[in-house]
């Protein structure tokens, strides 16, 4: 992928092994956003291939190499303050028997976060590997500096260095600018043996795969990660089985149900074998390590009770940024692996019924409105308005669109807009084959979420109930409880099984 980025911001090593492709020439342009489309005077060079949603053939999701492990120098300063807080061993701010020592190691990383100098993002944008590190990078350092800060301040203030560079880059990316599952899984990983890709293993093994970036340096937090990014690797085939699907849906006779009778059944297997790969986190990660030390670092600006409000100070020196109203922090419900199949299947309105916000609150986003669109630009003392304003009802699943980057949210939507969508075909059709394959696909899914159930409390409701950190942690997204969220969603996904036929 680094062949994305312009040469004269790498180092020369670097640049010297790239193909050199003069400025003129159409690869060199740069791709249009598939959602506002291609800028004034540039030709349209967007299909609507894989290609243009950042969807690979052989990785689907995650990118075909592994993601930029660090910026060009004009951006060391921020690799290194992430760097040192890392290795420093930050302790999250609640973690009880917490030493001075501790605490003063964090002031003086938080103190050195707030004298960088403000570094201009311009450049950064020629590329869309370059900002997706630069979200990468600075969003780490988000958690790190906010959930490192004492627990007595009445608001989590980010200073301009980090806050100002940040909500420039989420706003071109329109991302949040918080960490997302992209930050952490899509591309934070790495090679630990140097395979080449080739036609018959065009995609990295699953047991060949390391995390760049760790709050705790832990096996278990690498596993956590990790068994998201196997299955969005194992999800490719389902990918796969869709658009094979699509196509035989076009042409619609009876051959092409046969095949989709039975790329059904196929589907159904990936998806049983998405469920072990969940099952297996069990493997590398342990619940209380994950409950106590991992997810904290992870909490948004939705989780903290009482809220203490998110000021991105400097906000009001850049007029184009708004106050973001997205601060929720990462987790596999941005996986778009998950919604496509959901979508894919017609479950979507099943499952992520708009009533199933995950929320104890209404949202204010959609998956089509902008992650920072929101009130008029405000100065750095206003708090983040995330706070109760009456908002529409958005389902949890279109909230978390918002999290993804925005090529795989056009992706998901794209695949809404399907003019045959394979359920109307099953349910039109009169083959009971068909129609028993099509439940096989979903009772899968359903299987899937029973597992993702037994997941979330041997987690979250386990180690919470040995009370070794506050009741909080067992919230999800938004502030209820996550078991009962999780909970519903399997429960509903039920509703989409076709009546009279067996699965
Ligand atoms: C230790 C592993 C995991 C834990 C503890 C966990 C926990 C949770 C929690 C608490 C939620 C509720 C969202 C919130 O309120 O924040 C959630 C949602 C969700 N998670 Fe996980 N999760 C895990 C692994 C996974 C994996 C590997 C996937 C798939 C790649 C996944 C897919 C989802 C989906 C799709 C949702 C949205 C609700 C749904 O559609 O069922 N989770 N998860």
Known sequence: MSSDIPQSLLPQSDAGEMVVISPGHFLA???????????????????????DFDVDNSTGFMPPQPPLARLPPLWEAWELALEDGLA?????ADKPDQSDTDRNRARHWQARVRELPVLPVTQLKESEVLLRRGHLVLTWMLHLYIRTLPLDL??????????????????????????????TVLYNWALIKHVPLTIASPAPA??????????????????FYLSSARIELRGVQALSLMRAMMDEAFVGDAIAIQRITSYLHALAGVIGELTKLMLDVREGCDPNVFFNDIRPWFRGADSDSPRRPWIFEGLESDPSLKEPTELSGPNAGQSAVIHALDIFLGADRYSHASHVTGHGRSSSASASSSPSSTSSPSSSSTPSPLADKPKPSVSFLARMQVYMPRHHRAFLRHLSADPRPIRNLVTESSDTSLKEAYNAAISALKVFRDAHVRIVAIYIVGPGKKGARPQEEQKGTGGTSAITFVKSVRDQIQGALLPDVEA
């Open 88 to 92: 420093a061993k930050l302790q999250l």
């Open 206 to 223: 699953l047991d060949n795969l390391r995390c760049n970036t760790l709050f705790t340096g832990t096996r278990d937090e690498a596993e």
């Open 29 to 51: 342009l740069p791709r249009p956003d598939i959602l506002t489309g291609p800028p004034a005077g540039a030709p349209d060079t967007s299909t609507v291939a894989a290609h």
């Open 154 to 183: 009445p608001e989590l203030r980010i200073p301009p260095p980090l806050s100002i560079p940040l909500l420039q880059i989420s706003s071109h990316l329109q991302l949040p600018p918080v960490l997302t599952y992209s930050d």
